[in-house]
T-cell receptor, first 115, second 114 residues
């Protein structure tokens, strides 16, 4: 079965530094998402992306966050100036169509640790 | 706004037995989808089963089935013949109606005893 690939699996950074989390969605998928999960808490929606623009974002996704699809395969999440509270598992997901009634494929996540 | 509630932080079941995980939700949408995701220690999110709200028939996937009570806004997951590999965190989720996002519950940690 095709997979969503995320790199790195674990990222450690200093507070205030910029980080870029990378994702390769499934090749024929058109809708891309980022979710995050703070340890011990529920998974939270961050942003959805379609046709090279953000289609929806949550209140968590403030000006410190940005997403980009720099080429035909990668989908990145950038955090400009990391804070301690950004420490979480970040999941990328993709789907063929936008409605979540289509199967959403999740990557295996990037664990971000901000020190 | 949609909300999803899982009232059982932890559950335990004996191998080969049956266990039911509870989930309630609240939505103003008339058409929506409900999901159960499994998150093993690797923390990958794996879709277990999904239910379309307009379908009265409960979804089934092998040993996994749901009891969908639309009027009560209840969506429980039944795991039959539990196996050691079923041990994981289970998240109930609902789609956001006209949006493309999933709303997750807080999860139920399932332990399977040999």
């Amino acid at each position: 079965e095709p997979e969503v690939t995320q790199t790195p699996s674990h990222q450690v950074t200093q507070m205030g530094q910029e980080v870029i989390l990378r994702c390769v969605p499934i090749s024929n998928h058109l809708y891309f998402y980022w979710y995050r999960q703070i340890l011990g808490q529920k998974v939270e929606f961050l942003v959805s992306f379609y046709n090279n623009e953000i289609s929806e974002k949550s209140e968590i996704f403030d000006d410190q966050f940005s997403v980009e699809r720099p080429d035909g395969s990668n989908f990145t999440l950038k955090i400009r100036s990391t804070k301690l509270e950004d420490s979480a598992m970040y999941f990328c997901a993709s789907s063929v169509e936008g409605a979540v009634n289509e199967k959403l494929f999740f990557g295996s996540g990037t664990q971000l640790s901000v020190l | 706004a949609q909300t999803v509630t899982q009232s059982q932080p932890e559950m335990s079941v004996q191998e080969a037995e049956t266990v039911t995980l509870s989930c309630t939700y609240d939505t103003s949408e008339s058409d929506y989808y409900l999901f159960w995701y499994k998150q093993p220690p690797s923390r990958q999110m794996i879709l277990v089963i999904r239910q379309e709200a307009y379908k009265q028939q409960n979804a089934t996937e092998n040993r996994f089935s749901v009891n969908f009570q639309k009027a009560a806004k209840s969506f429980s997951l039944k795991i039959s013949d539990s196996q050691l590999g079923d041990a994981a965190m289970y998240f109930c989720a609902a789609d956001g109606g006209a949006t493309n996002k999933l709303i997750f519950g807080t999860g139920t940690l399932l332990a399977v005893q040999p």
